[in-house]
């Protein structure tokens, strides 16, 4: 079976989960080829070859984009009802027309695929890669596929009543967003989507001791973006203050909100209590979680959190707001605590109760690396994941050519082309 794996950016250090993805599929003799938008601002350390295999779409080519635009008009047909959609709905002007645009870079696609011949397109992540993917799946005749984790579903949920309508198979991180999905779009059958749980590697994060002694020692790791809510953990940084807590938060991450975050730790006065680390790198993680006592993340919208798993494989307390998937992994009193969203009140009685557990109850700790060990196991749950892909995901072309037909790589309408 011959997949192509479309990402909006790849390869990307938070996202180890595709590259891990393409691999085991390989493992299990798919023939992948690794597609992307564009190239990662901040690569992940040893990840040239990845890239060097990799087919971008930007920058654009000028060969390849008067054979995408001959493509889209010889093809027309194909995509007609996708391009009246967009033409015709309710959103607004530029949206339409970024979305036209993406359709053209389908086209794009389709062109860069031309001698691979996918049987399916698959897509992380539901934004506007997943449309592209899907103009791309249409004209070149392969099934069409997707992952959908977080923020994809339930805040930037762009033109996606369209991508499921559109996909063999919908995969997504959460029983919750598994119910989200059925709930809001139900024309689609419950069998077309499935739960595609994440994990870690365990021996990558083993339990390690605390060197954090003294004042108490917070750890929050995510992008400095809007939906972080890093302004919320800083309201709470200060209530601690006052407090007359001890304690010092430490940052993991960048991103656009630096600025504005910057000016708050300045105006909340808090410049001796937090630190902004900036991109921390993977292999370093581990170290920063060994300095900490709990754990914290204040995000308005996760799917299930990655440094979550992380953190309580080293066996750290954890502490989260009562949101989508995280009751998943986050079990109250037992592998963590979970606090009320939007709640100051309820996060700060909930950091309380686990720094006291950090330092003085290892029995969480021990029990929220098991919970990950069992429903959170990387490699487990990613071989298990491409068993079900190869044995579920088989677009139309791929099931109906016959065995005796002589194998191609070559598309012939695209070599015309």
Request: proline share 5%; with cysteine; charged share 20%.
């Amino acid at each position: 079976m011959r997949i192509a794996y479309l990402a909006n950016s790849y390869p990307e250090a938070v996202e180890s989960y595709v590259w891990e993805e393409i691999a085991e599929l390989r493992h299990q003799s798919a023939m992948v080829v690794a597609c992307s938008v564009k190239r990662p601002a901040t690569p992940p350390c040893g990840s040239s070859d990845v890239i060097a295999e990799t087919r971008y779409l930007l920058p654009l080519r000028l060969w390849n984009s008067l054979r995408a635009t001959l493509l889209l008009l010889w093809k027309i047909i194909e995509v007609r009802d996708l391009v009246r959609r967009v033409v015709f709905g309710l959103e607004p002007l530029s949206k339409k027309i970024r979305t036209l645009l993406h359709t053209w870079l389908g086209a794009y696609l389709a062109v860069r695929l031309r001698n691979f011949r996918p049987d399916c397109i698959h897509v992380h992540h539901g934004y506007f890669a997943a449309w592209v993917g899907m103009v791309a799946a249409r004209l070149t005749g392969a099934g069409f596929s997707m992952t959908l984790h977080g923020s994809d579903l339930l805040v930037r949920a762009d033109y996606l009543d369209v991508k499921l309508a559109n996909c063999t198979r919908c995969f997504t991180v959460s029983d919750f967003n598994r119910r989200y999905v059925l709930d809001r779009y139900p024309q689609i059958a419950p069998e077309r989507v499935a739960v595609r749980r994440l994990g870690i590697d365990p021996a990558e994060w083993m339990p390690a001791a605390l060197t954090c002694h003294g004042a108490f020692c917070l750890a929050c790791v995510g992008r400095l973006h809007a939906v972080k809510n890093h302004a919320f953990l800083l309201l709470a940084c200060r209530t601690l203050k006052d407090s007359g807590i001890e304690f010092e938060c430490m940052i993991a991450g960048e991103g656009e909100e630096r600025e504005r975050i910057e000016y708050l730790i300045r105006v909340l006065n808090l410049q001796h209590h937090v630190k902004l680390l900036g991109h921390v790198a993977r292999a370093d993680l581990s170290s920063l979680y060994a300095q900490t006592d709990v754990v914290v993340l204040t995000s308005r919208s996760e799917g299930v959190p990655v440094t979550l798993m992380e953190a309580m494989a080293m066996e750290r307390i954890v502490v989260a707001p009562n949101i989508t998937g995280i009751p998943e992994l986050v079990i109250p009193g037992k592998t963590g605590f979970l606090y009320r969203p939007n709640s100051i009140e309820d996060f700060i009685v909930q950091l309380n109760i686990a720094l006291h557990s950090a330092r003085y109850s290892p029995a969480m700790g021990i029990a929220a690396r098991q919970y990950v060990l069992d429903h959170f196991n990387g490699p487990k749950n990613t071989a298990r994941f491409a068993e079900q892909f190869l044995g579920e995901v088989r677009p139309e072309r791929f099931e109906t050519v016959s065995p005796a037909a002589p194998e191609t790589n070559e598309n012939p309408v695209l070599q015309q082309i």
